[in-house]
């Protein structure tokens, strides 16, 4: 249950802080080669993993 939390709070970023910050859905239009959207799911992922541990 900890790790879906974990995975279900991506929505945010992807959908509401990346687009507010000039960055497109899912930081689609991020400067450079950032990849936002990978990094935000490991992050997130880790984060419920560590949850449930």
Do not use: C, Q, R
């Not at 960055?23 to 490991?42: C, I, N, R, V």
């Amino acid at each position: 249950m900890a790790f879906a939390y974990g995975l279900i709070t991506i929505v945010f970023p992807w959908f509401l802080m990346f687009p507010a910050e000039g960055m497109g859905w899912m930081g689609k239009d991020a400067p450079g080669k950032a990849h936002l959207t990978e990094a935000s799911l490991f992050n997130h992922a880790f984060f419920g993993l560590g949850l449930a541990v």
